[in-house]
Nanobody
Framework: QVQLVESGGGLVQAGASLRLSCSASGRTFGTYAMAWFRQAPGKEREFVACITWSGGATYYRGSMKGRFTISRDSAKNTVYLQMNSLKAEDTAVYYC???????????????WGQGTQVTVSS
């Protein structure tokens, strides 16, 4: 099985930047893609971005407007989400997930971290 641990969340002012990290451990051999999702109170979990582990191909939710960047460090078994120009609407719990294919559907990801809270004040 795969264990995922997110970190880097916190309370920031609108316009600030944060870099989230997701460290993977356990049996990660079958991992093809890793993704970030977020969920605000009372809302559905929504896709943010994903990346293929070996090739580094990326795919983003269109509404992110280029403010977010996903990357990975294979040697460290870690995926990152750089978030710039944060808005109050970005406030949510951010989750890291891994699966066997690139997808914007949360149901296509089998392993999830517990999430890290991002709160943006305005």
């Amino acid at each position: 099985q795969v264990q995922l641990v997110e970190s880097g969340g916190g309370l920031v002012q609108a316009g600030a930047s944060l870099r989230l990290s997701c460290s993977a451990s356990g049996r990660t051999f079958g991992t093809y893609a890793m993704a970030w999702f977020r969920q605000a109170p009372g809302k559905e979990r929504e896709f943010v971005a994903c990346i293929t582990w070996s090739g580094g191909a990326t795919y983003y939710r269109g509404s992110m407007k280029g403010r977010f960047t996903i990357s990975r460090d294979s040697a460290k078994n870690t995926v990152y989400l750089q978030m710039n120009s944060l808005k109050a609407e970005d406030t949510a719990v951010y989750y890291c997930a891994t699966g066997t294919k690139m997808s914007d559907n949360s149901r296509d990801y089998s392993y999830w971290g517990q999430g890290t809270q991002v709160t943006v004040s305005s």
